[in-house]
């Protein structure tokens, strides 16, 4: 009987050490998982705001029907002066100021910085056969996906990060589009 009792000895250690490193490497997965819900919720957060900000824009063109052509050729960018690009008191000019604003996320700002949108929001109004115009936000992902189609050109090349991040050849650059369709009334 003694024999046997001395040979168990250690056994429990041995269990406990193959416990705590299932243990760690579950918990390494739980942070690993964590980290990746927080760029996937982060992502989510920036397309519902391009939503928004794209649907205000398409909402302002069909309300200002008679002046929808004028709003084709407008570029937000990051670093657009928006008083000085979209100066004036028609609605077209107050329309084209107040995106821009928000674009660049006027809506919050901390220290004189605007953080109330979309990282490097970008906005297009581009004008189609037959009393159509697209409106596209574009915007900077935070990780590396597929790059958008040729035809979606509002800041193409403008999020090539380069480096480690793996934003190259516009794989970081995400966009919403929608087109505005303006009957003509006779």
Known sequence: MR??????RGAS?????????????GLLGMAGLQ?????????????????VLLNDMASRIST???????YAGTEVT???????????????????REWCNALQGAGEVASGTKLGAVIGGRGCVASLPGG????TVAWQGMVP???????????????DLGGTTGCTGDLCRRYVTTIVRIASLL
């Open 3 to 8: 024999a046997q009792a001395f040979r168990q």
């Open 13 to 25: 250690m041995i269990e406990v050490l193959v416990t705590i490193v299932i243990i760690a490497f």
């Open 35 to 51: 980290s990746r819900l927080q760029v996937s919720e982060m992502e989510a957060y920036q397309r519902a705001q391009a939503l």
């Open 64 to 70: 200002n029907r008679s002046a929808a052509a004028s």
């Open 78 to 96: 990051p670093t657009t002066n928006c008083t000085t690009a979209f100066g004036g008191t028609t609605a077209l000019a107050v329309d084209r």
């Open 132 to 135: 159509e115009y697209m409106v």
């Open 145 to 159: 996906v597929s790059a958008p189609p040729a035809s979606v050109t509002c800041g193409a090349n403008a999020y």
